[in-house]
Every structure is written in structure tokens, then in C-alpha cells.
């Protein structure tokens, strides 16, 4: 199993940025995007169950971040609309093959595969 992503880079406040997460070796049954800014403990942003389509997101990200699936190409997308300084930080993706419970689904613990990682700069 293997995630590929990108899209990340330097924006200004209120800019837009498409993250992506290429799969390769599995149809996961839950996939998410996690974020690790500078100093601080890595965190959830956004999960996605594969079946029922349950969405999940921090509470800071709601509203401005979503986070979709191109089946065909086993792509995770993570839309982030109106960036903000504090949304400065490393992007990662993850999956699980399995669908995770509601109540876990951004728990980091619970994943098997992660990403490399992409770079958000926010900052004017």
C-alpha cells in the first residue's frame, strides 16, 4: 500500500489549495487528512468512510475544508477554500482498509497508511 501526495505550497490569506492522495494497493475503507503545524501535536482535519459517504471534520476546517473521493482513480481530494495563517502546516494523508466508527474516524491511531506528507504555507 502506498499514498502519493501533493498539491500542497505557499498561498495567500483567503486562497484556495486541492490537496491530493494517490492510493495505490488498496480500496480504502476510510481515508483522511491529518496536519501537523509547527510545534504542535499532529491533529484530524477530515475523514471519509467508504460505503455510507460519512464525513467528518475538525472544527476549525468546517465549512472552509472538504474532503472527497475519485473512486476511478482511488484519489482522496481535500479542498481547502479561505486559508488562514493558522491552517500553516504539513498535510497528511491516510488510509485504512477498513471503515472506521463514527466516534474514531479522526483518530490518527486507527490508520495503517500514511502519506509523506505536503507543505500549506499560509501567509501574506
Known amino acids: 500500500v502506498q499514498l502519493q501526495a501533493s498539491g500542497g505550497g505557499w498561498v495567500q490569506p483567503g486562497d484556495s489549495l486541492r490537496l491530493s492522495c494517490r492510493v495505490s494497493g488498496v480500496t480504502p475503507g476510510t481515508v483522511a487528512w491529518f496536519r501537523q503545524a509547527p510545534g504542535k501535536e499532529r491533529e484530524g482535519v477530515s475523514c471519509?468512510?467508504?460505503?455510507?459517504?460519512?464525513?467528518a471534520y475538525q472544527r476549525a476546517v468546517k465549512g472552509r475544508f472538504t474532503i472527497s473521493k475519485d473512486n476511478a482513480e482511488n484519489t482522496v481530494y481535500l479542498q481547502m477554500n479561505n486559508l488562514q495563517p493558522d491552517d500553516t502546516a504539513v498535510y497528511y494523508c491516510?488510509?485504512?482498509?477498513?471503515?472506521?466508527?463514527?466516534?474514531?474516524?479522526?483518530?490518527?491511531?486507527?490508520?495503517?497508511?500514511w502519506g509523506q506528507g505536503t507543505l500549506v504555507t499560509v501567509s501574506s
Open positions: 491516510a488510509v485504512r482498509s477498513g471503515r472506521i466508527i463514527t466516534g474514531r474516524c479522526l483518530d490518527q491511531v486507527v490508520y495503517e497508511t
Open positions: 471519509l468512510r467508504r460505503g455510507d459517504g460519512f464525513t
